[in-house]
């Protein structure tokens, strides 16, 4: 249990990270900067590094004589995301790079468009606030983009392409649900007014920024690895690609073994058609597949008694919303809001009427696979029992090692639970499982200019059988968030080692549902966290000691993946 000024002391630097965030403060049901958008200019950037510094030293200035161990976990994760939240804003500078302007213009939209927990007068006349301020925000938003990457802005440009489709739909849904008023009336006005603002800023992009804006990777190598070492994936660069490499290799032959089982002539490229073949034919098929298998997730889950379910907590599948398309080419999951009594996550499936070649992504099986990763037991059911943790500090926390890690730990621990455990579905988690992988190598390929953007899409169409255009908004999306996409394969990597080290540690009194609730409920740690989230417990609960990881995580991987456990 927290003591009384630890909680008032991350209460108030918890306080003062949303201030600087407006959207995110919405995300996460925090409603008092729901009017406003963040300030842009260099200066609150600035700012924002003064302060982490400060917050840092505050935080190892706490003296561990009064805390309880959880409380000293939380310091300690304080400092690590504040470090880590320093390396973005002084070394990567996306800020400096890429126009945020369009992205954070429609996510802080989309969070009280989408929500339905506030009156929709509230919602509407906040989302009215938020776009009066578009034209100033715009305008103080060029002073930071000062060093142009070609790619990051051409995805801004395409956000902003989408922007007027999403005002109409947001204007829609006003007058039908509140006709015409004062507060429509207002909302049209401000629309036409942040459309125009948005028209003149991306023109200026274009016309001005475009043509110094560079064509190389916006990383470089050294600030790659240090990010890798800060998210504490365990490996460095070197030994991910290896890792990656290795894996590839083991999940080729895999597949050939399962082609045999599969068609006659048993290549594996015919195998992995047919059951890519199996999808609805229009993508309101789509939707209710989607819709179905969440549901029979959800009941696998609790049968085999995988992980304890928060009551009132449902998924509802809807479309991606327009201007999210192009940086979500398939699906995505987002939880509620923490600070809310809503427990409903949404369902993002993207469609693509000018692509039909692209339903084949979304085949029964690997539906039913990405049901498993984004639904039960996988980012839904993650998110909402993370939101149950009373920690201010953990409400920053967004670890990708565990957050990614785990919703692809699932499809593999679902599946070996025997949720589609046939040929054919371990081929369909195969194909996924794959792409995940291909995900490692172009990531260290890119930081190092190995391979291009263009490079990367062809490795997927080669290596996964990807759709050609889906293959290159993947890419983009490598490019797009460092580090992030690697996370997915060595997070799950990370995880199973330390359910091996808690099996052996607990023996007989090892239960699934134990370690999933107790990583769950935990809120979105890092994995070398949740060891010590896991160690406490198993120290109060089980008088166990768990003890440091048995091996290097590069050591324990080659010897998994040599064995042929990926």
């Known amino acids: 249990?927290?003591?009384?000024?630890?909680?008032?002391?991350?209460?108030?630097?918890?306080?003062?990270?949303?201030?600087?965030?407006?959207?995110?403060?919405?995300?996460?049901?925090?409603?008092?900067?729901?009017?406003?958008?963040?300030?842009?200019?260099?200066?609150?950037?600035?700012?924002?590094?003064?302060?982490?510094?400060?917050?840092?030293?505050?935080?190892?200035?706490?003296?561990?004589?009064?805390?309880?161990?959880?409380?000293?976990?939380d310091r300690?994760?304080?400092?690590?995301?504040?470090?880590?939240?320093?390396?973005?804003?002084?070394?990567?500078?996306?800020?400096?790079?890429?126009?945020l302007v369009a992205d954070e213009i429609c996510s802080s939209l989309f969070y009280l468009f989408a929500r339905e927990h506030l009156r929709i007068e509230d919602r509407m006349e906040r989302i009215a606030s938020r776009l009066e301020k578009v034209p100033r925000f715009a305008q103080d938003s060029m002073r930071c983009l000062v060093s142009p990457y070609r790619l990051w802005n051409e995805v801004s440009l395409q956000t902003g392409a989408a922007f007027p489709s999403f005002l109409r739909v947001i204007e829609g849904m006003a007058f039908e649900k509140l006709g015409d008023c004062d507060l429509t009336k207002r909302l049209t006005a401000a629309s036409a007014k942040a459309e125009k603002a948005l028209?003149?800023?991306?023109?200026?992009?274009?016309?001005?920024?475009?043509?110094?804006?560079?064509?190389?990777?916006?990383?470089?190598?050294?600030?790659?690895?240090?990010?890798?070492?800060?998210?504490?994936?365990?490996?460095?660069?070197?030994?991910?690609?290896?890792?990656?490499?290795?894996?590839?290799?083991?999940?080729?032959?895999?597949?050939?073994?399962?082609?045999?089982?599969?068609?006659?002539?048993?290549?594996?490229?015919?195998?992995?058609?047919?059951?890519?073949?199996?999808?609805?034919?229009?993508?309101?098929?789509?939707?209710?597949?989607?819709?179905?298998?969440?549901?029979?997730?959800?009941?696998?889950?609790?049968?085999?008694?995988?992980?304890?379910?928060?009551?009132?907590?449902?998924?509802?599948?809807i479309e991606t919303p327009g201007f999210m398309r192009h940086t979500t080419p398939f699906a995505a999951q987002i939880e509620p809001g923490k600070f809310t009594t809503d427990k409903t996550g949404l369902f993002l499936v993207t469609p693509d009427d000018s692509n039909p070649a692209l339903l084949k992504e979304h085949s029964y099986l690997g539906i039913a696979n990405t049901s498993a990763h984004e639904g039960y037991p996988g980012h839904h059911l993650q998110?909402?029992?993370?939101?149950?943790?009373?920690?201010?500090?953990?409400?920053?926390?967004?670890?990708?090692?565990?957050?990614?890690?785990?919703?692809?730990?699932?499809?593999?621990?679902?599946?070996?639970?025997?949720?589609?455990?046939?040929?054919?579905g371990r081929l369909a988690q195969l194909i996924d499982l794959k792409f995940r992988v291909v995900r490692v190598v172009a990531e260290v390929k890119l930081s190092r200019g190995e391979m291009t953007v263009d490079d990367v899409a062809d490795m997927l169409v080669r290596e996964c059988c990807m759709e050609e255009r889906a293959a290159h908004s993947e890419a983009v999306c490598y490019a797009y968030s460092p580090t992030y996409y690697m996370s997915y394969y060595l997070g799950k990597l990370k995880l199973m080692q330390l359910k091996d080290d808690v099996e052996k540690a607990m023996g007989r009194e090892f239960s699934l549902r134990f370690f999933h609730d107790t990583m769950l409920y935990a809120g979105c740690l890092p994995i070398d966290y949740m060891r010590r989230v896991l160690a406490i417990k198993l120290r109060e609960d089980y008088g166990i000691d768990l003890g440091p990881a048995s091996e290097p995580l590069f050591e324990y991987s080659m010897r998994r993946i040599r064995a042929g456990l990926v």
């Open 76 to 99: 300690d994760l304080a400092v690590h995301l504040f470090e880590l939240r320093l390396h973005e804003l002084l070394a990567l500078k996306h800020h400096e790079r890429m126009s």
């Open 199 to 317: 028209e003149e800023y991306d023109r200026w992009l274009k016309e001005q920024v475009m043509p110094k804006a560079v064509d190389r990777y916006s990383v470089s190598q050294g600030a790659f690895d240090r990010y890798m070492e800060l998210k504490q994936l365990g490996v460095t660069a070197d030994q991910a690609l290896e890792i990656g490499q290795e894996s590839i290799k083991v999940i080729n032959r895999m597949k050939a073994d399962l082609a045999r089982k599969i068609v006659p002539s048993g290549d594996a490229h015919e195998a992995m058609e047919k059951v890519k073949a199996d999808h609805p034919t229009e993508f309101e098929g789509v939707l209710k597949a989607y819709r179905d298998s969440i549901r029979t997730a959800r009941e696998f889950v609790i049968e085999h008694e995988i992980a304890t379910m928060p009551i009132g907590e449902k998924l509802v599948v």
């Open 383 to 424: 998110g909402i029992c993370g939101n149950e943790n009373p920690s201010y500090v953990r409400v920053l926390s967004g670890a990708t090692d565990f957050g990614e890690g785990w919703a692809l730990y699932c499809e593999d621990m679902m599946l070996s639970l025997g949720y589609n455990d046939t040929p054919e």
């Open 1 to 73: 249990m927290a003591t009384n000024s630890f909680l008032t002391l991350t209460e108030s630097i918890m306080e003062e990270i949303l201030s600087w965030n407006p959207s995110y403060a919405t995300h996460l049901g925090v409603h008092k900067y729901d009017h406003l958008l963040p300030d842009p200019s260099p200066e609150s950037y600035e700012h924002q590094v003064k302060r982490l510094g400060e917050f840092i030293e505050m935080m190892q200035g706490v003296s561990e004589c009064t805390m309880a161990p959880d409380e000293i976990l």
